[in-house]
């Protein structure tokens, strides 16, 4: 019998986790449509600890979604698959209320599958909380965003490695990271970091230089004016960043000390974007304030 112990009160870093090979499995299937001029959720199904319990509308047609994970950490063994549609003309920003913990792990792999299908004239806007991966932690991610030809993009991914604020270092344990955007069946950006707490990657200068967060945010269609307007906004982010136009996807990189610059780098882009790329300005997702 599998078992999976949180002690109350335990901090993560000392719970024993899920040893089970097969951990648990949550999944997520999600359909957004236009319906009197306005997008809702038409489809929604989920298996195990992993759903968006109702939909949002603040600012009028976009619909505004929150995925859920009650159990709070991913644990060695886990498998946590979300599958996202767009129709044609829909608008779904979709994020989550908190961070994706991954736990020490006593061995196997957790995992993390994010796909996003976004027809033609569809908005798609993705800014999930960031990605927590504590000390020991073995972590097989990838989300996959497929843009069909006139879709609208603004997305984002970002890592932490460890709890440097706790001195919880990022010293054991793997990372294998990768965030990709096609349109058309054809790839526009394909990321891949494999990062270990033993390994060079982290502490050396042509890989993280000792920072324990690090994000890649995308945007399209943008032009060379949005390259500059971000360019010229970045300049007190702390960290080193670079932002680079390929073709209509503009793309931010940075790293940096965590979240929280994370979250400003996040803020201040999506506010010079939104209003450029979507014609809307920015309306911030109440859940992030609580």
Not at 220 to 234: G, H, I, Q, W
Request: net charge positive.
């Amino acid at each position: 019998m599998a078992v999976a112990l949180k002690t109350p009160g335990a901090s993560p870093e000392g719970a024993v986790v899920n040893a089970h090979p097969t951990g648990w499995r949550a999944k997520l299937d999600l359909e957004f449509d236009v319906h009197r001029q306005r997008t809702v959720m038409t489809g929604r199904r989920h298996e195990g600890p992993l759903r968006v319990q109702r939909s949002f509308h603040p600012e009028g047609a976009p619909c505004h979604a929150y995925i859920l994970h009650p159990p709070g950490g991913v644990v060695g063994g886990d498998s946590l698959q979300t599958r996202g549609r767009l129709r044609p003309g829909a608008w779904a920003t979709i994020t989550s209320p908190g961070a994706t913990k991954f736990y020490r792990s006593l061995g196997e792999t957790a995992h993390l599958d994010q796909s996003l299908r976004v027809d033609a004239g569809a908005t798609l806007e993705w800014f999930p909380q960031e990605q927590i991966v504590f000390n020991g932690a073995v972590v097989d991610a990838i989300t996959r965003i497929d843009l069909e030809p006139g879709a609208r993009c603004l997305a984002w991914e970002v890592n932490c490695l460890g709890r440097p604020a706790g001195d919880l270092p990022f010293e054991h344990g793997r990372l294998r990271q990768r965030f990709q955007v096609w349109r058309g069946g054809r790839p526009l950006l394909l990321e891949h970091a494999r990062i270990a707490g033993e390994g060079p990657v982290a502490e050396a200068h042509w890989g993280l230089r000792g920072q324990p967060a690090f994000a890649t945010l995308v945007a399209t269609p943008a032009n060379a004016d949005d390259l500059a307007a971000v360019r010229e906004d970045l300049a007190p982010l702390p960290g080193p960043w670079a932002v680079t136009l390929l073709d209509d996807l503009l793309v931010v990189r940075w790293f940096g000390p965590g979240a929280r610059e994370a979250g400003w780098l996040r803020d201040n882009v999506w506010h010079i974007l939104r209003p450029r790329l979507l014609g809307r300005p920015v309306c911030r997702p109440r859940i992030w304030d609580t």
